[in-house]
């Protein structure tokens, strides 16, 4: 079985810009309204600007992967705003924490947030996502919508417009077939067919039930939608006293 790849991971912001029709891989192009809880994240380490994705869970914190804040020095979110580079409103913070048990090598624990003097919150553009609670259970078959500005194709462009695409969730049983690094605190999700997916730079988003409850956290992947090989997430249900307890939503 094949080892994680991290194909999802957050990607230098100088990547060549997407203006043509594709979309967050067999996704659609949406608006901000349509997800206010988003946010779009430029990470700097070093010289360098990295981009993820983020959801707003409260006035003062967005949840994120780990593996977009190591090496990180300095956040700049967006929010409020359909296009990653204008409009919305701009939060700076060097404010930041990982889970503590997280590994590059596994991407287990692959959770963080991000704390802010204060975001503001319109309840149009900008809205406060619903959390899994601890332990809730997710079925296969169970249609979670990841939203991003993300590559739109493998080793494609990334985009400036926020696009969105609904991928079914698989058992971590079926998912070890192609993982051999799943653990409970990973979800699956993926069209047999491929076609579907998160991909790089979508990193960090959120992938929330028909509800719009988010039960996962773009995290990792071989590829992106390939055949038979699922995207990896994290399971908020799983890590759900850790954000209550360090962040107290």
């Given at each position: 079985?094949?080892?994680?790849?991290?194909?999802?991971?957050?990607?230098?912001?100088?990547?060549?810009?997407?203006?043509?029709?594709?979309?967050?891989?067999?996704?659609?192009?949406?608006?901000?309204?349509?997800?206010?809880?988003?946010?779009?994240?430029?990470?700097?380490?070093?010289?360098?600007?990295?981009?993820?994705?983020?959801?707003?869970?409260?006035?003062?914190?967005?949840?994120?992967?780990?593996?977009?804040?190591?090496?990180?020095?300095?956040?700049?979110?967006?929010?409020?705003?359909?296009?990653?580079?204008?409009?919305?409103?701009?939060?700076?913070?060097?404010?930041?924490?990982?889970?503590?048990?997280?590994?590059?090598?596994?991407?287990?624990?692959?959770?963080?947030?991000?704390?802010?003097?204060?975001?503001?919150?319109?309840?149009?553009?900008?809205?406060?996502?619903?959390?899994?609670?601890?332990?809730?259970?997710?079925?296969?078959?169970?249609?979670?919508?990841?939203?991003?500005?993300?590559?739109?194709?493998?080793?494609?462009?990334?985009?400036?417009?926020?696009?969105?695409?609904?991928?079914?969730?698989?058992s971590n049983?079926?998912?070890?077939?192609?993982?051999?690094?799943?653990?409970?605190?990973?979800?699956?999700?993926?069209?047999?067919?491929?076609?579907?997916?998160?991909?790089?730079?979508?990193?960090?988003?959120?992938?929330?039930?028909?509800?719009?409850?988010?039960?996962?956290?773009?995290?990792?992947g071989i590829?992106?939608?390939?055949?038979?090989?699922?995207?990896?997430?994290?399971?908020?249900?799983?890590?759900?006293?850790?954000?209550?307890?360090?962040?107290?939503?």
């Open positions: 079985m094949s080892a994680a790849v991290d194909v999802e991971a957050s990607i230098p912001i100088n990547a060549t810009k997407g203006s043509d029709d594709h979309f967050i891989v067999g996704g659609q192009n949406v608006t901000i309204q349509e997800f206010p809880y988003q946010a779009y994240l430029l990470l700097k380490r070093g010289r360098q600007f990295f981009q993820c994705g983020g959801s707003i869970i409260s006035t003062r914190y967005i949840l994120t992967a780990a593996h977009c804040l190591t090496g990180t020095t300095k956040v700049i979110a967006r929010v409020g705003s359909t296009d990653s580079d204008i409009g919305g409103t701009q939060y700076t913070s060097r404010d930041f924490k990982s889970h503590p048990r997280y590994r590059r090598a596994t991407f287990d624990y692959d959770i963080g947030y991000i704390r802010f003097e204060a975001i503001l919150i319109d309840g149009v553009n900008t809205a406060i996502v619903t959390l899994a609670e601890n332990g809730a259970p997710i079925r296969s078959g169970t249609i979670l919508t990841v939203s991003g500005w993300g590559a739109t194709e493998e080793d494609g462009s990334v985009s400036e417009n926020l696009m969105a695409v609904q991928v079914p969730v698989v049983a079926r998912c070890r077939q192609s993982y051999n690094t799943i653990t409970p605190r990973m979800i699956c999700a993926g069209e047999p067919e491929g076609g579907r997916d998160s991909c790089g730079g979508d990193s960090g988003g959120p992938a929330v039930t028909n509800e719009r409850v988010q039960f996962g956290i773009v995290s990792n590829g992106c939608a390939r055949p038979g090989i699922p995207g990896v997430y994290t399971n908020v249900a799983s890590l759900r006293d850790w954000i209550r307890r360090n962040t107290g939503v």
